[in-house]
């Protein structure tokens, strides 16, 4: 066990064999575009946050045959629009705080049940979490149905975009289905301990975060949700040391973006300052993507501007408070999920 938990510290040095890395970052950073520009060019920069997280969609499937990537994906998107859709019920309803808390640790649950089942990469339901958690934390300034539709229409848009290749090879494997694992017998045992960490790691992530007086409580639910993807204990912790590091340097950017004096020529502009944000998210979210299976961390260095800079742009609030609280409550969210994978792992070799 030590030996591999050395072999993961390594990890954070080095870079993962390439894989066509370039053209997976090129179709998500199209599918991000693309929603993205049409809704600044409307001037609704706001709404760009569902646009992205219905964009997320490209992210699946990078390596797999064109039809297997169309059912891949197609599954994914359900994950994903289950997420906003419930995150948008919350915000309309104006259901925060404990509620976020109970309803999305339940559905971390359900969603990590449901990503075992059909073999979903990435791992498990962080997207779904982190839709979630998001959409609730931000105002929603349309009818819920066009927020909704505008997360649907990116993700389908995401689906033409990553099945697009096959108009031009025309390869199709006749019977290809994608990778699933029955639950049933030791697999079902297992799928229930793995939602229960899930349940309880999300949990109480973000009760930490609602007694802290956090205001942003579901980035902790996220963070705990991190480690979980693991396939052991030194992996978890080498996803959570990843994810604090890697968020950690993604501040510093954002912090050069987000504070006043790199924008002060722009004040002479209208729209200009969320003109730039947005091309950053698009930017950002192509290197995501273009590092995310050879470095996680990288890949987190970017990923944490893409967040916090659309949810900027939804809801605009104090950088410092917001750099602040994404820093405390990441810290928060990793450790959590490594503790309740030791826990529960013990108790369960107890029984």
Not at 26 to 42: G, K
Not at 207 to 218: C, D, E, F, K
Not at 313 to 321: E, F, T
Request: some cysteine.
């Amino acid at each position: 066990m030590a030996h591999a938990l050395l072999r993961h510290l390594r990890a954070l040095h080095s870079l993962g064999p390439a894989n066509n890395d370039h053209l997976s970052a090129l179709r998500v950073a199209v599918s991000v575009a693309v929603p993205s520009l049409a809704l600044l060019f409307l001037g609704r920069p706001d709404l760009i946050i569902y646009g992205v997280f219905g964009a997320l969609t490209g992210m699946y499937g990078r390596s797999e045959p064109h039809q297997l990537r169309l059912t891949h994906q197609a599954q994914a998107a359900l994950v994903l629009l289950s997420g906003v859709g419930v995150g948008i019920f919350l915000s309309v309803n104006h259901l925060h705080s404990w509620w976020l808390v109970g309803v999305e640790a339940v559905l971390a649950g359900v969603g990590s049940v449901f990503s075992d089942r059909v073999n979903l990469k990435p791992n498990g339901p962080f997207f779904g979490i982190l839709a979630l958690g998001a959409c609730a934390s931000v105002p929603t300034t349309v009818p819920w149905f066009a927020a909704l539709l505008i997360a649907a229409a990116s993700a389908a848009f995401s689906i033409v975009i990553g099945f697009g290749g096959w108009v031009r090879g025309r390869r199709w494997q006749p019977g290809a289905v994608r990778a699933a694992a029955p639950l049933s017998g030791l697999r079902r045992h297992a799928a229930v301990i793995h939602a229960t960490r899930y349940v309880l790691a999300v949990g109480t992530a973000g009760t930490i975060g609602v007694l802290s007086g956090s205001g942003h409580p579901h980035w902790a639910m996220a963070a705990a949700a991190v480690p979980l993807a693991g396939a052991d204990l030194p992996s978890s912790v080498h996803r959570g040391l990843h994810r604090m590091v890697g968020t950690f340097l993604g501040l510093v950017v954002v912090a050069v973006v987000l504070l006043p004096a790199p924008w002060a020529p722009l004040t002479f502009f209208p729209g200009a300052e969320a003109a730039v944000i947005a091309v950053l998210v698009i930017v950002f979210q192509f290197t995501t993507e273009l590092f995310m299976t050879r470095h996680y961390g990288l890949a987190m260095v970017s990923f944490t501007p893409v967040i916090l800079l659309m949810t900027q742009l939804a809801a605009p609030a104090d950088p410092r408070v917001l750099i602040t609280e994404r820093a405390v409550e990441t810290v928060v969210g990793a450790v959590t999920g490594i503790l309740v994978i030791v826990l529960v792992r013990r108790r369960r070799r107890d029984r």
